[in-house]
């Protein structure tokens, strides 16, 4: 990834980066599978308005490839040439996303929109119980809203919420949908330490039966110490 830099517009600041990857899969990050590349860019506008306001956007395009290329081994006496290795799954992917995030005194609010476009590669598809998974498309999304008090070792009451939807006609995917619903505190007792703990509510609206009917409760707790 490389950082770019950014453009100083009156009291705003513009920054903007590229980056550039072997794309996704089991190896990304020390193989290039089928020597394409992927690419991706982000645009960020910061604006001392009410506060701290920021808006950004990004876009991803490439490959996920989950093994080598087609091998080829020659066999020179029986004047053969196998295939050893099969094509696996391979498709391009398009992903677009939005952000925004405003700090106002105690105030805070944050939210993403992000979509993402699947379109497979001839004979590369995932299959799929008695068939192959057909191209389709996800969208995803989450805002938060809390407020930083000043006692109680900074505490901030928030709460959260997230959709994920992705629309596919599969005839043996689970669900095609979740919902989740976060209420917390968040603790800052010094610049170095955060405390969290969590309450949780999730369901499936666009499951099969008999999961489209359940709710999942969670309580969590963590601990992040910068050093």
Known sequence: QWELGAVVLGECVL?????????RGYFDQFR????TKAIGGRLQLEMPW???LRIGASAYHGRFVDRDSDGLVTDTQAKKVNNVTPKGVRYDELALAGDISWDWEGLHFQTELVGRSFAYVDGARE??????RPDSY???GYALLGYRF???WNVMPFV?????KREESSRTATFSALENVQLGLNFRPTSEIVLKVQFGQSWIPGGKPPIDKDRLTTIAAQAAWVF
């Open 50 to 52: 009410l506060g701290s």
């Open 15 to 23: 920054g903007y980066n590229l980056t550039f990857s072997n794309g």
């Open 138 to 140: 996800a969208f995803g």
């Open 127 to 132: 299959a799929d119980g008695a068939g192959f």
């Open 150 to 152: 000043s006692v109680l």
């Open 32 to 35: 290039d599978l089928d020597q």
């Open 160 to 164: 959260f919420y997230q959709r994920y």
